[in-house]
């Protein structure tokens, strides 16, 4: 299992396209990924999920992979949360 | 031998498919998703389903089930019916920019909704003049849960009474 937390900062937030984005990138690694904003946690793989938390920008959240290829899949959506996930 | 034709009836009913309708969330004209002005939408990379161009102010649940999302904002929601469907409602496109501008929510996030039943108020007038697109998408986000999405309504359609499209659900066989 590994985590690491990341600050969000595209320009309105983790809503429909962010998410989206987010998603599809989680959906791409076998492993499970989830998604912590403080007590919180969601499957990083559904939408709903991830809307749920209504992170808001400058928000910090934790991004955390456990099985096949989570050092992977924890990087690749770390380095999309950090490039502003579409809207920089 | 009774007894077997019972079973068999039984098991035969087991089996029959699982349909579930989403209803039209605001009254107005029902759009193909390819009518959607954002790529996102358009390309059903959020999930497969169909659109409504509101001509009412009340967005109203499409289905039965958990409100598991009031987005802050006011301008979207997602309802997780009991048969494990994900639905996420949108309105309009770029509406997340207005910060709650013009949506006043009349449910909270966790709420048990019917379909019909008001989610979102929205001041139509003062957001059609700010909203890029009002055009409202209404998504299942979890695709490995259905077996097959059908099209329903084209043209005018009333909300909480027309079907917009039709879910087939797909069984977890391994589930239970």
Known sequence: ?88 | MFWNRRKTRVVEQESAPVWVEVLAPFSGRALTLADVPDPVFAQKMVGDGAAVDPASDTLVAPVSGTLTNLFPTGHAAGITTDEGLEILIHIGMDTVELKGEGFTPVARQGDRVTAGQPIIRMDLERLRSVAKSLVTPVVLTNPARVAALEPVASGDVVAGRDVLFRVQVRREADER
């Open chain 1, 1 to 88: 299992m590994v985590e690491q937390t990341v600050t969000l900062n595209n320009r309105s937030g983790l809503h429909a396209r962010p998410a989206t984005l987010l998603v599809r990138e989680a959906g791409k690694h076998p492993c499970n990924v989830w998604i912590r904003k403080g007590d919180k946690e969601v499957d990083a793989k559904s939408i709903l999920g991830v809307m749920s938390l209504a992170v808001g920008r400058g928000e910090t959240i934790t991004v955390r992979a456990d099985g096949s290829g989570e050092e992977a899949a924890l990087k690749a959506l770390v380095e999309l949360i950090e490039s502003g996930l579409g809207e920089a």
